[in-house]
């Protein structure tokens, strides 16, 4: 495997970034993904139900469809396999290598490892690598070691995915259902589910089931092919191997001119290495000869400022008496007394004791210029200080301020606290609420009867006499008898019955009006009731 050749960056990630990884490719090579499962997955989708409708088993469709779902695994897992190195195939090469790529290590999650939650993680290392069988399960157990929660935890979150998209293509049929029949039509639907489910529905279901394993399925082989690269990162250090290889690209470049840098410094090195010994005995001479027009100790300081030799240290092997004296056990005992007779010598370590008078009120006078002084500098270092000084006073006086203002307010807030002030109340407005019923008995001029309620101030009672009075006449005009207590969604599909178009939309408008009066709190406008209830006059033909 050319890891050089990846067109990702490799780096230790962490298990979820990885997995984002893997989403992201499964987007970066969609149309090479899903068009290869759309060839696969239609005929076969059509031949095994095609099946199950022979049979009436539309459970063993939907069963067959689940088992078969890492042959879709296996599509897209090749796909991106392939564009990570740049180059992905093309959809009838994706098919043709489906013949021979990887049926060796493919069987057992067609077989007794279907059941596994880890099979993105684990299909690369049966399907890539091609190792042996022996090979591959240590290959497996050591992929596995660390990231086995995560690969469950992929497999849980992807199954969530596909139940909640077939539960939503199912309740979106039921969003294009009115509003009005939707509560028979959960019974309907309920009663189909549970008594006797026709073949187009378990088919209808069986399509939901395919749609949603067809859209997830390459997500979930993608994150789990990253999860896979991860851990081969983590155990084999690619991302440090891919470095280690692009700086030999880097030094390769450069070896021409390291050679040629290495061909020009080295003459000059040997040069330099044969002047040297030449030089080191005529600047010993410079260094041992004592110059004519000074002593030896003025030659010796003019060297050490010339050049100043290192400090040699205490436990340094040079610097014991055999390596200075030579000889295996030289006598070093007239050394150490010379030694000894130069420090006692008053010229190198001269030392003298003067003492002096000074009057008493000199020395005062200096002490009280020294406390000055020092009072002086103590007044220069708190100078500074000043605008520092200058806050504090201030804060101090804010706070002795609101100090101030909490005991002269006191009164006030102290039986607040104490729950023993007078607070005042204001009594709530009693809530006025009109029992609005439908009558039983309908005048024989509703029309003008709910005229007079509406200009008394009573628009719902208006209303429901409206409504009372409507269902009377599509009772007459349509032929039915309501059961008592009947609801508006009952009444509506009475209306169906009447003969005209007319009659069946101002029902269904006094119908709608009404609801929105008796449960939203919606009325209409004066000039809007009007006209409805001379429309519903003249329809339905009322006394005036």
């Known amino acids: ?143 596995l070691s660390s990231a086995f929660s995560h690969a469950a935890l992929l497999t849980t979150v992807c199954l969530t995915f596909e139940v909640v998209i077939v539960v939503g293509l199912i309740a979106c049929i039921f969003m294009f259902v009115p509003f009005d029949l939707l509560s028979d039509s959960w019974r309907a639907a309920w009663a189909m589910v549970t008594e006797l489910m026709p073949p187009w529905a378990k088919l209808g279901v069986n399509v939901f089931f395919w749609f949603a394993a067809t859209l997830i399925s390459p997500f979930y082989a993608g994150a789990g092919f990253a999860l896979y690269l991860n851990r081969r990162t983590e155990m084999e250090a690619w991302d440090v191997e891919i470095a280690f290889r692009r700086l030999r690209e880097r030094l390769q470049l450069a070896a021409p001119l390291l050679v040629l840098a290495l061909v020009l410094v080295w003459p000059m090195g040997l040069l330099h ?150 607070r005042r109340t204001q009594k709530a407005a009693a809530v006025v609420e009109e029992a609005v019923s439908i009558p039983d008995v309908v005048p024989p001029d509703p029309a003008a009867r709910a005229r007079d309620l509406w200009q008394q101030g009573r628009p719902r009672a208006a209303l429901a006499l409206l409504y009372r009075a409507s269902v009377d006449s599509m009772s007459e005009r349509a032929d039915v008898v309501l059961p008592p207590g009947a609801t508006e969604s009952q009444c509506l599909r009475a209306s169906r019955r009447m003969p005209e178009e007319a009659d069946r939309s101002l029902f269904a408008r006094i119908v709608r009006v009404w609801q929105y009066a008796a449960y939203a709190g919606r009325l209409p406008e004066a000039d809007e009731f009007d006209e409805l209830a001379t429309t519903l006059q003249q329809q339905f033909r009322w006394r005036a």
């Open 1 to 143: 495997m050319r890891i050089d050749q990846l067109n990702v960056m490799l780096r230790a990630r962490s298990e979820w970034e990885a997995m984002e990884l893997g989403t992201a490719l499964a987007r970066r090579h969609a149309r090479a993904i899903w068009l290869p499962l759309l060839y696969v997955g239609l005929p076969l989708f059509a031949a095994v139900n095609a099946l199950a409708w022979w049979t009436d088993r539309f459970f063993l469709a939907w069963l067959l469809m689940w088992w078969l779902k890492p042959v879709a695994d296996r599509i897209a897992l090749y796909v991106i396999s392939r564009g990570v190195f740049g180059d992905e195939p093309r959809p009838w090469q994706t098919l043709r290598a489906q013949r021979h790529w990887g049926w060796s290590g493919f069987w057992g999650y067609l077989g007794w490892r279907r059941f596994s939650p880890f099979r993105s993680l684990l299909l690369p290392v049966n399907l890539l690598e091609g190792s042996d069988a022996g090979h591959r399960s240590q290959r497996r157990r050591a992929i």
């Open 273 to 422: 290495a044969q002047e040297t010994p030449e030089e080191t005995p005529q600047r010993a001479a410079q260094c041992a000869a004592p110059d004519s027009h000074g002593s030896d100790d003025e030659a010796y300081e003019e060297e050490d400022e010339d050049e100043e030799e290192p400090s040699v240290p205490a436990d340094d092997p040079s610097n014991t008496a055999d390596v200075i004296f030579g000889g295996p056990k030289p006598d070093t005992a007239g050394f150490r007394q010379a030694v000894q007779r130069a420090y006692e010598d008053p010229l190198i370590t001269p030392t003298r004791e003067v003492t002096t008078w000074q009057s008493k009120k000199d020395a005062d006078k200096e002490e009280k210029e020294k406390d000055s002084k020092d009072r002086g500098d103590r007044r220069e270092r708190k100078g500074p200080q000043l605008p520092a000084q200058i806050a504090e006073w201030l804060l101090w006086g804010l706070v002795g301020a609101l100090v101030l203002v909490l005991l002269i307010t006191s009164p006030w807030w102290i039986r607040w606290l104490r729950g023993s002030g007078a």
